[in-house]
Nanobody
Framework: QVQLVESGGGLVRAGASLRLSCAASGRSFPYPNMNWFRQAPGKEREFVARINWSGANTYYADSVKGRFTISRDNAKNTVYLQMNSLIPEDTAVYYC???????????????WGEGALVTVSS
């Protein structure tokens, strides 16, 4: 019933910017809270950013705070992750996930997208 599709990934050089999009099926998100996670090769999936339904509340991992911005356009059923000042450490597959809980735990996510690869070269 719910499908999340990420887009906007690609290969960029360090210092560049990318904007990821996560589009949900249907007329609106079935779960209010949206998260971005990422998983680098050989590493565990880690939390990146979170946003509530209205967009009034956001939270970021320390590793991306000040560089990444999460936002949403509910009219378009889309959540965004603006990534600025990218560094090679940001290289990973990025996933969006929906939940009705204010949580950054992977086990609390109800739906996941397929992932979008972001590669940052030095």
């Amino acid at each position: 019933q719910v499908q999340l599709v990420e887009s906007g990934g690609g290969l960029v050089r360090a210092g560049a910017s990318l904007r990821l999009s996560c589009a949900a099926s249907g007329r609106s998100f079935p779960y209010p809270n949206m998260n971005w996670f990422r998983q680098a090769p050989g590493k565990e999936r880690e939390f990146v950013a979170r946003i509530n339904w209205s967009g009034a509340n956001t939270y970021y991992a320390d590793s991306v705070k000040g560089r990444f911005t999460i936002s949403r356009d509910n009219a378009k059923n889309t959540v965004y992750l603006q990534m600025n000042s990218l560094i090679p450490e940001d290289t990973a597959v990025y996933y969006c996930a929906a939940t009705n809980r204010w949580s950054a735990l992977t086990i609390d996510m109800n739906y996941w997208g397929e992932g979008a690869l972001v590669t940052v070269s030095s």
